[in-house]
């Protein structure tokens, strides 16, 4: 049920592909609270086509834009300020993509090109995108930035290669920046640790149901569904949440306080593995 959380507000999504995706469901989310906003995503991935069916659902119009490069994303808040009749107040950076990780190379190899691309695409774009929206004065005073983070970023998970890094990076962007970005103009930045959710991207990673098992079994609540994700996100881009900033915020069921679960542990004890 709709509360009108976000009447009024007006902002900017980037990474919406298709109705699995994370994104898609913030930004339905963020619709059927009364937002506006302008949704994004790389010139190839707007090549599928899915994301003109949120577009329409959603009242809302799609700009293309690499989000690793400064001219497009100047370009790219011009024109969603022009659209929405003035500045934003919420940002959702919800990018990750890894080519070492796509093509299965092991971490003790890993390409450094690739490397550097993973870094690029899903850590440093957001220190991007923020840069840009404070030198163009694009975001509202007490304006929200939410980034999707992972565990990873604190734990080894073995085949989640070098996504940790830059998640790990990613959270540090959100620290630092936030510091600045909260004294300047009173905006707030925050990262939300999702757990493992069946994305299309999420799907990619080698080993993901065992993650996704792994973690549904060991979280006391179950793992997080991305509806889930979706009213936190919402959550965070309310002024409910003002006075919260450069928080990493574990939306996993519990998952990240946990060292093991009695359910675990019985299927240890099924499987023999006590003896």
């Not at 734990?155 to 630092?176: G, N």
């Not at 990262?191 to 999420?202: F, L, Y």
């Amino acid at each position: 049920m709709a509360n009108n959380l976000l009447k009024g507000k007006k902002g900017l999504i980037f990474g919406a592909l298709d109705e699995h995706s994370i994104a898609w469901k913030i930004a339905e989310k963020a619709h059927a609270e009364g937002a506006e906003f302008v949704l994004s995503n790389s010139p190839i991935a707007l090549r599928m086509k899915d994301i003109y069916q949120l577009a329409k659902k959603t009242n809302s119009q799609v700009i293309a834009a690499d989000i690793t490069e400064v001219s497009e994303l100047e370009d790219l808040f011009e024109e969603t300020m022009q659209i929405l009749g003035g500045k934003i107040d919420f940002i959702l950076h919800s990018v990750g993509m890894s080519p070492n990780v796509r093509k299965n190379i092991p971490y003790h190899e890993l390409n450094y090109d690739y490397l550097e691309k993973t870094l690029d695409v899903s850590a440093i774009s957001l220190h991007k995108v923020l840069a840009v929206a404070q030198r163009l004065d694009a975001i509202n005073d007490w304006g929200s930035v939410v980034t999707l983070s992972y565990i990873a970023a604190q734990r080894t998970f073995s085949s989640y290669s070098d996504m940790a890094h830059a998640k790990a990076m990613l959270e540090s962007i959100v620290r630092q920046f936030g510091y600045h970005y909260g004294v300047n103009k009173k905006i707030r930045i925050n990262s939300i640790s999702q757990s493992p959710t069946r994305t299309t991207a999420g799907a990619g990673v080698s080993g993901f149901n065992a993650f996704f098992h792994y973690a549904d079994d060991m979280s006391p609540l179950g793992n997080a569904t991305s509806d889930s994700c979706a009213d936190v996100c919402v959550t965070m881009f309310s002024d409910y949440t003002k006075m919260i900033t450069m928080q990493n915020i574990y939306n996993d069921g519990g998952f990240s306080s946990m060292g093991i679960s009695n359910k675990l542990i019985e299927k240890f004890i099924d499987c023999g593995c006590n003896e």
